[in-house]
């Protein structure tokens, strides 16, 4: 049961990804597609999380922490700007 919903985790993951990349390429604004990249980099952590979770390797964990952590701050950044400049 538990391997049945690791499996449908990457599948949903993985169709989440190629939504996110048609976005991407189809986004009619540049905010279209800072989300549309934000999105990429939260299913991407999701799949390193599941690779530590099926290889067992826990200290995949802090790295998908860490690239979570600079992708919030880069989304700030990119908000900021377009809000109102640097």
């Known amino acids: ?4 919903l690791m499996t449908l985790a990457v599948v949903l993951t993985l169709l989440g990804n190629l939504f996110s ?3 991407l390429v189809r986004g009619p604004t540049p905010i279209d597609r800072v989300i549309a990249i ?3 980099t939260i ?4 799949i390193i999380v599941l690779l ?3 290889g067992a390797r826990f200290i995949y964990v ?3 922490i860490v690239y979570g952590l600079l ?3 880069g989304v700030l950044a990119v908000a900021r700007y377009s809000e109102k400049g640097f």
């Open 21 to 23: 990349i048609v976005r």
């Open 71 to 73: 992708s919030f701050l």
């Open 52 to 54: 530590a979770h099926f």
């Open 43 to 46: 299913t991407s952590i999701t």
């Open 38 to 40: 934000d999105v990429l």
């Open 62 to 64: 802090d790295v998908a």
């Open 1 to 4: 049961m538990a391997e049945t």
